[in-house]
């Protein structure tokens, strides 16, 4: 019974993901490689705890559209996306996204609390940081599926 109980609430946080990703991610995404980094970000955080200080705080709005550009310069076009990995505890949900360029990924980790029923960011991060991240080689190490998928990603990335 224990089992189906995990079973059912892993399945409802991965839906939720998947709203966010397709609600949020995604626009997000296609605005970034049309280099509307503004547009971006809002999308990215609209409705979320967060919304007020990262838009509101012009000076932190600024730092993540340069940082956003600076990674295009940097790595190239941004070209597309991919989740990842999730992982709940308690009504905590990460999740995990690749954020791709022409030569290189972004890792994007979004931070999903649940409140009455109902999912909301909490926190957001995004860098070039992607491997070795230590979350993401326990991901490896438990699910053989992901780790060939980041390792063809990473020899593809490397032989551009």
Do not use: R
């Not at 109980?5 to 049309?34: G, Q, R, W």
């Not at 308690?90 to 990924?105: E, S």
């Not at 931070?111 to 991240?133: G, S, T």
């Amino acid at each position: 019974m224990k089992k189906i109980i995990i079973a059912f609430a892993l399945m409802i946080s991965s839906v939720f993901a998947e709203d966010y990703t397709d609600k949020c991610v995604k626009p997000a995404v296609e605005f970034l490689k049309n280099n509307e980094y503004e547009k971006a970000i809002i999308q990215l955080v609209k409705g979320s705890i967060i919304e007020d200080k990262v838009l509101k705080v012009q000076q932190t709005k600024d730092s993540w559209i340069s940082n956003f550009d600076m990674y295009k310069t940097a790595y190239g076009k941004y070209t597309g996306f991919e989740k990842v990995h999730e992982a709940s505890i308690g009504n905590l949900t990460k999740v995990y996204y690749l954020i791709y360029c022409k030569d290189y990924a972004l890792q994007l980790t979004v931070l999903l609390y649940k409140v009455n029923d109902q999912y909301k960011l909490v926190n957001i991060e995004y860098n070039d940081k992607v491997l070795p991240l230590p979350e993401m080689i326990q991901m490896m190490k438990n699910n053989p599926a992901v780790s060939s998928a980041v390792l063809m990603n990473q020899k593809d990335q490397t032989n551009k």
